[in-house]
């Protein structure tokens, strides 16, 4: 997803809008609905994407470093689940996280 300056401006001046009409409606006695924090959060999320371009040169800087790399299609999360090994890294489309050095513990459902 690219995210240029003005873009991300206008998602964070967005966000922040959102982010400040939930007092307002607390105040007014209304009820905060969960399309209230939607709205926030997609456009915090459109504020902080990153190319492909972005992602493929922190791959090649990691690898180039000695990290094992998984460049995860989908979640992260399940990529960290099926193939990660203690020391490995998980890179994800979504970044809905970045890098962690290790897992500890991982909860499977089953």
């Known amino acids: 997803m690219k995210t240029d300056p003005k873009n991300r401006s206008e998602a964070l ?6 982010a400040q009409h939930l007092p307002e409606l607390i105040q007014n006695g209304q009820h905060v609905k969960k399309y209230h924090f939607v709205a926030a959060e997609d456009n915090l999320r459109k504020a902080f994407g990153w190319e492909v371009s972005q992602r493929q040169g922190l791959v090649q800087y990691l690898r180039s470093q000695g990290w094992a790399v998984v460049e995860s299609r989908t979640e992260a999360d399940v990529d ?3 193939v990660c090994k203690p020391n490995d890294i998980v890179v994800s489309g979504d970044s809905d996280f970045l890098l962690y050095n290790n ?3 991982l909860w499977r459902p089953w």
Do not use: D, M
């Not at 001046?13 to 959102?18: D, I, S, V």
């Open 80 to 82: 960290v689940g099926r």
């Open 13 to 18: 001046a967005a966000a922040a809008q959102n």
């Open 103 to 105: 897992v500890n513990h």
